[in-house]
Structure formats: structure tokens, C-alpha cells
């Protein structure tokens, strides 16, 4: 093999096991001798295109997710994504727009996602990379910004639909998500405020922080919010003003957070000072890190989700249901995984999947609520 030619990685046999065949019956399939389907998954041998194709359409996948080409680890100009300064030199990467981005690796995105292997290495002078991604599977990537758990969800739907397609679900509050849109380092953003006076308010902050730049706004779930307090409810609270009744222990979002707004507006109808609320000015950044510290007793009570309740073994006391939606600006529309993703929220596999989860309705998935 010439060692000037860029090395190929083989996943025939990945595939193939996956199938419950041998090398013999695979071989007997694709019309080749065993020895051919022995030296391809050893990396020997390199079918034509021919024999590729129809691998591939036999094992019920892409050419190119059965021959990948494995990068050299090239250092490439890169913009990193999000307000905070990188806290790791581990990012996950995307082209947005023609441009390398990427979105350091810390705990706020680990706190959904395991331990992901890095697209790429942040270089010591913070504006550089060595990308380890091939470039077929970063043009099939995007980046999400939100702090709906369901995204997860979404984009495992997504990769189903689209051999090869990643969705990275980079965790923010509506107002970051809409930043990171208006900056140009995200495909997607997503925002859940809570409606007012002056109607749709996702709609209202889209415009706002996204002037001149059209786009669509999309359904996506309705989920249930409020209180994550301890297993059992032992202080029995019903409601936010238990919060300061009972001088309770409390942790709130950060500013921009959709939570934090909710609590604000009914501090100021109530006619109350911000300060009536024990631990109004602690506050946590993921509705993961709120439910942690109420597991571990160190609060009586913190705004989330209904599900990241669950998920913690906690209880849930709910305030009110609130629509998350998609934020799409018109360029990226013709993304090859952005078109798949509007495609799978079509589909009532996705929905009866999200709307098994504690908290969620999917009557709004994948509707036009409004452009930009």
C-alpha cells in the first residue's frame, strides 16, 4: 500500500457481525470468494466501487460509514463556541457557515453526554485545533444550543435517518442559544421563555436577537417546569411561595434562564422583594446541577425539569408547561442533516419516543410556528 495515500479504516465486519452472518455468507451475498471478505475487514484489500456499493447496500448503510478515512490530526484555524472561557482543551467540532467550530467539552456538556470522543484538541494558543474528525462526517454535523434533555433524543433519531449525521447537543439557556445563532458558531438554537402579554415570546426574542437574519421557528416538545424537591417532598411544598414561607433552601438558574424568569415575574406580581427567597442569589448554571445538590440534601428545593426529576430520584412539584422550539436561520435550511432533522420530527416514531418521558407532549413537533 502506498504509504503517501490516506489510510481507510474498515467496518465491514462491525456491520456484518451486526447482521448474525459469516465471512462465507456475506461473501456468498456480494457474489465474491471469502478470502476477498477476509482481506477487506483485515485491511489487505480495498474493494472497487462496484463491490462497495453493494456492501453497502446489503449491510444496510453508507459507503462511506463502511470505508471511513482516518484523519492525520491537521491543525486548522478554529472558533470556539459558548460565553465561557475553554475549560478544556477537548472540543466537539462542526463547520458552521464554511468555518471550524468548536465547543470545548466541559462539565455543563458532559452532564448529558457521558465521556464523547473529542473531534478535535485545542491548541495552546486558543485559536487553533488538531482535528481528529474526517471532514465527510463534520459536514454532516451540527450544533445544537439548548437545554431541552429531548434534543439527546432528536438527534439519535437523526443519526438513524442519516448514516453518518451528528447532532451535538451543546447545553445553554435560550438567551446563550440565541447568542450563539446570532455569532454564527450554531445550526439550530433552542428557547422555551414562557409567553407574556406581547404573545409568542420565543418568537418575540428570536426577532430581537436575530434581526435581519431569517430563519423559521419550529415546534419541538412542550415540557413541564418547576420545583425538583427532595424524595417524598418531606418540606410538602405546592408551590414558589413555600419558597419564602418556609425559608427554605433554594438555588436558582442563572441570568437568561427561562426558569429564573418565571420565578422573577412571580416575585414581582406577588409584590415581593428578590431577597424574600433563602439562596435567590445562589445559583447553578444546568437544571442537572440544581437536581444534584437537592439528592444530596444540600438544598430543600431548585428550579428543572420534570424529567431531570426523575432521572435524579427526586419528586417534582409542576409550575407550568412551556413549548421549546427550534430556531432555524434561512442559510442553514439546506444543511443536509438540518433537512433530515425537520424530516424526522415529522415522524411518530420520534414522538411517541419523547412523549414516553415523564413530562413531555409532542403535539407541536414539527410545526411551523413562525418566521423570522
Known amino acids: 500500500m502506498d504509504e503517501t495515500q490516506p489510510k481507510i479504516t474498515c467496518h465491514v465486519k462491525a456491520y456484518r457481525q451486526a447482521k448474525g452472518w459469516s465471512q462465507a455468507q456475506l461473501a456468498d451475498v456480494v457474489g465474491v470468494k471469502r478470502q476477498a471478505i477476509y482481506d477487506i475487514e ?19 448503510c453508507t459507503v462511506e460509514t463502511l470505508f471511513s478515512e482516518e484523519t492525520t490530526g491537521d491543525v486548522v484555524d478554529i472558533e470556539l463556541a459558548g460565553d465561557e472561557p ?71 433519531h437523526v443519526a438513524r435517518a442519516f448514516p453518518g449525521a451528528r447532532v451535538h447537543c451543546c447545553f445553554a439557556s435560550s438567551y446563550a442559544s440565541m447568542r450563539a445563532l446570532a455569532q454564527g458558531v450554531a445550526h439550530v438554537g433552542g428557547i422555551h421563555l414562557h409567553n407574556r402579554d406581547d404573545g409568542e415570546s420565543n418568537v418575540t426574542l428570536a426577532r430581537e436577537m436575530l434581526s435581519g437574519m431569517g430563519g423559521k421557528v419550529v415546534g419541538f416538545t412542550t415540557m413541564e417546569e418547576g420545583l425538583m424537591v ?18 427554605l433552601r433554594f438555588v436558582n438558574r442563572e441570568c437568561g434562564a427561562a426558569l429564573r424568569i418565571l420565578l422573577d ?14 439562596g435567590y442569589n445562589d ?27 426523575d432521572m435524579h430520584g427526586i419528586d417534582f412539584v409542576p409550575l407550568t408547561a412551556v413549548r421549546c422550539d427550534l ?46
Open 42 to 60: 483485515s485491511g489487505r484489500y480495498l474493494p472497487n466501487t462496484g463491490v462497495a456499493i453493494r456492501m453497502a447496500k446489503i449491510l444496510d
Open 230 to 247: 427532595g424524595a417524598g417532598n418531606p418540606d410538602n411544598i405546592r408551590s414558589i411561595d413555600d419558597l419564602y414561607l418556609k425559608r
Open 327 to 372: 430556531v432555524i436561520p434561512d442559510d442553514m435550511l439546506d444543511h443536509p442533516t438540518v433537512r433530515i432533522m425537520l424530516d424526522v420530527l415529522q415522524t411518530r416514531a420520534l414522538r411517541d419516543d419523547i412523549a414516553s418521558v415523564p413530562g413531555y407532549e409532542t403535539s407541536s413537533s414539527g410545526n411551523l410556528i413562525d418566521t423570522l
Open 86 to 156: 475553554a475549560g478544556s482543551s477537548r472540543l466537539l467540532s462542526a463547520k458552521v457557515r464554511g468555518r471550524v467550530v468548536g465547543v470545548p467539552l466541559t462539565e455543563r456538556i458532559l452532564a448529558n453526554r457521558g465521556l464523547p470522543a473529542a473531534d478535535a484538541l485545542l491548541e495552546k494558543n486558543g485559536l487553533s485545533a488538531r482535528i481528529y474528525c474526517p471532514n465527510d462526517i463534520l459536514d454532516k454535523t451540527i450544533l445544537l444550543f439548548g437545554c431541552d434533555p429531548a434534543f439527546s433524543i432528536l438527534g439519535d
Open 283 to 309: 445559583e447553578v448554571k444546568s437544571h442537572s446541577e440544581g437536581a444534584r445538590l437537592v439528592a444530596a440534601g444540600l438544598v430543600d428545593a431548585a428550579l428543572g425539569l420534570h424529567v431531570v426529576a
Open 265 to 278: 415575574d412571580h416575585l414581582e406580581r406577588a409584590s415581593l422583594p428578590k431577597t424574600a427567597i433563602k
